[in-house]
């Protein structure tokens, strides 16, 4: 079985459609959000905002085992791409999800691979 077509022929209409609709897209911001996440240190941060409403720096690093200096890293970068927030007190920075489309974005992610896990089992 072939997984492409064996002749060339396409629905006009269809791909116009989606050809406008693309270019009403941000698809480069949306690459790089995926691109983002896609680093399994970055979700485990983003997961673990959604689990709490804030962390220091301190925390986040302690809840992936990483140094400082790597969580602070990864928070930064959440935060470049506007998914986190931070904010200081006194010595301390604390680091919270940007908005409410950040948390059921990530829980869908977590829910979704759940599925792939059980789903490739199978």
């Given at each position: 079985?072939?997984?492409?077509?064996?002749?060339?022929?396409?629905?006009?209409?269809?791909?116009q459609k989606v050809q406008?609709?693309?270019?009403?897209?941000?698809?480069?911001?949306?690459?790089?959000?995926?691109?983002?996440?896609?680093?399994?240190?970055?979700?485990?941060?983003?997961?673990?905002?959604?689990?709490?409403?804030?962390?220091?720096?301190?925390?986040?690093?302690?809840?992936?085992?990483?140094?400082?200096?790597?969580?602070?890293?990864?928070?930064?970068?959440?935060?470049?791409?506007g998914l986190a927030k931070?904010?200081?007190?006194?010595?301390?920075?604390?680091?919270?999800?940007?908005?409410?489309?950040?948390?059921?974005?990530?829980?869908?992610?977590?829910?979704?691979s759940k599925g792939l896990?059980?789903?490739?089992?199978?």
């Amino acid at each position: 079985m072939r997984d492409s077509c064996e002749i060339y022929c396409y629905d006009e209409r269809k791909v116009q459609k989606v050809q406008a609709a693309l270019l009403q897209q941000n698809i480069s911001g949306m690459a790089r959000l995926f691109k983002v996440l896609g680093d399994e240190t970055r979700m485990k941060i983003a997961f673990a905002l959604c689990e709490e409403d804030e962390l220091c720096v301190c925390d986040a690093a302690n809840i992936i085992g990483s140094s400082m200096a790597t969580a602070s890293h990864h928070l930064r970068t959440l935060k470049q791409l506007g998914l986190a927030k931070h904010r200081k007190e006194g010595k301390m920075a604390f680091y919270s999800l940007a908005d409410d489309l950040v948390r059921p974005f990530i829980q869908l992610a977590s829910v979704h691979s759940k599925g792939l896990v059980t789903h490739a089992a199978t």
